[in-house]
């Protein structure tokens, strides 16, 4: 996609919307943790689908392009493995124009472990954090600062998350033990953000006790902080298989319309 879509696309989400007000006098104060250490290997794809082009960009840049228009960010950490931190920095960065410093963080083993790299290499005048997977390349700049806005308000942290609407079951052996009431779940999406020092607090305690989490909410859970939700569309999808980068595709493409037309489609 050409850059003066992209630009387009942006100063529609950041230039016209109320709600961004407040936190456009806000001084820029989280940074972003963009973990993109995964291999892919359930996409497919050899390049890792960090690099899988999705119209016309790689996919991380997608978030990074977002992050970096969200008024209440300050830089950017991604965290990638060692050996090709020089490739992401070619072909996920320089290709684009940011206003905010972008570093990086090599990654660990796991997720877990990337995120911690990620935090260390946070800069210690952010106050807050909002961690992010790179395979959500739909996060929008109105997601970010809501999601910001809740920890700011008082909470421990707060994720971005979307109601359960498929019926859930409870499932041993193969065998059906329940059906819960679905109004009670949610699908945990990214960012989640905390404050920098008591999420790295948490982290640290996972480390030294040996707990191991699927995401950082669970690690701040697990010391009693109180994590809020905030509602976000389902277009905030992770992309795990190739069939999902066509959705992420066609959500891109009528965004791209909407901006273009001022949302008369």
């Not at 290709?95 to 990337?114: C, D, M, W």
């Not at 910001?148 to 079951?169: E, F, Q, S």
């Not at 953000?193 to 697990?222: C, N, P, W, Y």
């Amino acid at each position: 996609m050409e850059k003066q879509a992209t630009d387009l696309l942006f100063a529609s989400t950041t230039q016209v919307q109320p709600e961004f007000l407040d936190e456009l006098h806000t001084a820029p104060d989280t940074c972003a943790i963009i973990a993109a250490g995964g291999s892919g290997v359930r996409f497919g794809d050899p390049r890792g689908k960090q690099f899988v082009n999705l119209c016309g960009l790689p996919l991380i840049s997608w978030s990074i392009l977002a992050f970096d228009e969200a008024p209440s960010i300050s830089s950017i950490v991604i965290v990638c493995a060692t050996d090709r931190m020089d490739e992401m920095r070619s072909q996920t960065v320089d290709i684009l124009t940011l206003h905010k410093p972008v570093y990086f963080a090599a990654a660990g083993a796991t997720r877990q472990e990337s995120c911690y790299a990620g935090l260390l290499r946070a800069p210690q005048t952010a106050r807050y954090v909002a961690i992010h997977d790179s395979a959500r390349p739909l996060i929008t700049p109105e997601g970010i600062e809501d999601t910001i806005a809740r920890v700011r308000a008082g909470a421990d942290g707060a994720l971005l998350a979307h109601p359960a609407t498929d019926t859930l079951k409870i499932v041993a052996k193969g065998m059906v033990e329940q059906t819960p009431d679905r109004s009670c779940y949610w699908y945990a999406q990214t960012p989640q953000v905390f404050g920098r020092e008591a999420i790295l607090a948490a982290h640290k305690h996972a480390r030294m006790h040996a707990v191991v989490a699927t995401d950082d909410a669970s690690l701040m859970e697990q010391l009693g902080a109180r994590v809020e939700v905030v509602s976000t569309p389902a277009a905030n999808i992770k992309v795990t298989v190739p069939e999902d980068l066509i959705l992420a595709e066609a959500v891109l493409l009528d965004r791209f319309a909407q901006a273009a037309t001022g949302g008369e489609v």
